[in-house]
């Protein structure tokens, strides 16, 4: 019933695209057949005849040209005109046929043109229901595809997905996590309160990476978060969210990578507390040799001892680098735990760096240090920590400038900071490599430079401990013709 449901009615056929040639042959024959069947029969008056013969005529031109297109309206007129002609030649007189052929030919005009009409329009409508379909086809096996991709990715991801309210996320995720995660986006967010820590501290639904996410809809947030699995183990994941946006640039989803880094930060942690350790228990050891060493200096001096002095003080210089050494490592690694911690103060800016001046004016005589018109600066900072990045300063411009080079240090106020310049003449530094610098165990690298002595860890250090009394730091330099370090510090108010 339906199958001669779908035969008979041309809506049901929109779209398939099949347009038949028996079907219109068929059909005009039988109908047509039916007509003169008819008309013999009830041996109607001519008005009513043509009455009837004009109207089935125009139904079949009008069902074959919306069933089966231009070719199924032409094979209806082409049956219809050899039906006129029968009757003109088979029942009218010599004197009526031309004038009913004229007329003929006036319909089977009228009838070309309207099956034309509604054939190309029937197959337009096809072609677009077609594309249509073809499209949706198309959306559908991508849509597959790209969640067979997802799901077999070695990678834990999360979409959440604005426009049905739902989110889902991967065999891996759910091998993460040891939870499926697909359903309604408030219940997850929801679960996720109760199972995302920060700082051992339980995140409110606002801060949720997800949340952010979908409310800041920024290009992508990356953050590492704390969770606590149904199982109760504690995951640190990094939960990196970028949104997705349509083509009028409305956010429709967010999709997520996480990433479990619980054994990386342990392993961080470890070696943070190795360091931690080795440096805390290295400076003790170091202490002592150093005082031992001065008496021995101070007894090699008393005995006019040169070659003992001169070997003692080469060994003193050692056991400072070492001492040095492991300062930095400890300082290092109490920056990467969070644990450099500040003692601030009031105190004169001008003092500490004749101090530090003085200092390397007696072990380095060969340069010549200059303060240059320094103003009177009172700095609310840490006067230790402020120290270590003047020493470190004056050290590098030391090391990296020609044996007997001049380096000038100045002071100045800037806008509610104190601002001072560590300015040499040696190596300089090429423009590429100066933010570089600045990072930790970064050293230039080239030829020559090489040979310095160090660690790349002075700068990085001296960059936090500026950073974290709100400064700057930066370099001014060029290749081979010196460099000039700057920071800033608050002055107190
Ligand atoms: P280190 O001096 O122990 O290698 P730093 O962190 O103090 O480590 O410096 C990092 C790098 O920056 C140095 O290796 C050196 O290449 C470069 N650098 C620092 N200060 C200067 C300077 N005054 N002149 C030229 N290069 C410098």
């Given at each position: 019933m339906d199958r001669l449901y779908l035969f008979l009615n041309p809506m049901r056929?929109?779209?398939?695209?099949?347009?038949?040639?028996?079907?219109?042959?068929?059909?005009?024959?039988?109908?047509?057949?039916?007509?003169?069947?008819?008309?013999?029969?009830?041996?109607?008056?001519?008005?009513?005849?043509?009455?009837?013969?004009?109207?089935?005529?125009?139904?079949?031109?009008?069902?074959?040209?919306?069933?089966?297109?231009?070719?199924?309206?032409i094979i209806s007129v082409g049956l219809i005109l050899f039906y006129y002609l029968y009757i003109i030649f088979s029942r009218q007189e010599l004197s009526q046929r031309q004038a009913s052929i004229q007329t003929t030919f006036f319909l089977t005009g009228v009838y070309i043109s309207l099956s034309a009409i509604i054939g190309w329009l029937k197959q337009y409508v096809d072609r677009l229901i077609i594309k249509e379909k073809k499209a949706t086809i198309f959306m559908e096996e991508e849509k597959i595809r790209l969640n067979r991709i997802l799901e077999h990715l070695p990678i834990a991801i999360r979409i959440a997905n604005l426009r049905d309210n739902r989110i889902e996320g991967n065999k891996k995720l759910e091998e993460l996590l040891r939870r499926k995660v697909n359903g309604n986006l408030e219940s997850e967010i929801a679960y996720l309160t109760d199972h995302e820590y920060k700082n051992g501290k339980k995140m409110s639904s606002e801060d949720l990476t997800l949340v952010k996410a979908l409310k800041e809809k920024k290009k992508s947030i990356s953050e590492e978060i704390e969770y606590i699995r149904d199982d109760k183990k504690k995951l640190k994941l990094k939960i990196n969210s970028a949104p997705i946006f349509n083509k009028k640039r409305k956010l429709i989803s967010v999709v997520s990578v996480l990433s479990d880094v619980t054994v990386d930060r342990l392993m961080e942690e470890r070696k943070?507390?190795?360091?931690?350790?080795?440096?805390?228990?290295?400076?003790?050891?170091?202490?002592?040799?150093?005082?031992?060493?001065?008496?021995?200096?101070?007894?090699?001096?008393?005995?006019?001892?040169?070659?003992?002095?001169?070997?003692?003080?080469?060994?003193?210089?050692?056991?400072?680098?070492?001492?040095?050494?492991?300062?930095?490592?400890?300082?290092?690694?109490?920056?990467?735990?969070?644990?450099?911690?500040?003692?601030?103060?009031?105190f004169l800016l001008n003092e500490l760096i004749a101090e530090v001046c003085d200092l390397f004016r007696e072990t380095r005589q060969d340069k010549r240090i200059v303060v240059k018109d320094t103003n009177t600066l009172v700095v609310s900072a840490d006067r230790f920590r402020i120290y270590q990045v003047l020493t470190n300063l004056m050290t590098n411009a030391i090391k990296y400038s020609d044996k007997d080079g001049e380096i000038i240090i100045q002071a100045k106020k800037a806008e509610g900071f104190a601002h001072v310049s560590v300015k040499d003449f040696g190596i300089g530094i090429d423009n590429s490599q100066q933010k570089k610098i600045f990072g930790l165990l970064y050293q230039v690298k080239d030829g020559r430079d090489k040979t310095f002595p160090g660690l790349g860890m002075?700068?990085?250090?001296?960059?936090?401990?500026?950073?974290r009394h709100k400064g700057k730091i930066w370099v001014e330099s060029e290749k081979g013709r010196g460099s000039t370090f700057h920071f800033t510090i608050p002055l107190d108010n």
């Open positions: 056929r929109l779209g398939m695209g099949k347009y038949s040639v028996f079907a219109p042959l068929l059909g005009n024959l039988s109908v047509l057949s039916f007509v003169e069947l008819f008309l013999f029969l009830t041996d109607s008056q001519s008005t009513f005849g043509a009455t009837l013969i004009i109207t089935s005529s125009i139904l079949l031109v009008v069902y074959f040209a919306f069933r089966d297109g231009i070719r199924g309206g943070n507390n190795f360091i931690n350790m080795a440096s805390h228990e290295l400076k003790t050891p170091i202490t002592s040799m150093k005082l031992l060493l001065n008496l021995l200096l101070k007894r090699s001096k008393e005995q006019n001892n040169t070659a003992i002095f001169e070997l003692v003080s080469n060994l003193i210089l050692q056991t400072e680098r070492l001492q040095q050494l492991a300062s930095d490592l400890l300082d290092v690694s109490r920056i990467q735990t969070g644990k450099l911690f500040f003692m601030k103060q009031e002075g700068l990085f250090i001296s960059k936090e401990i500026v950073k």
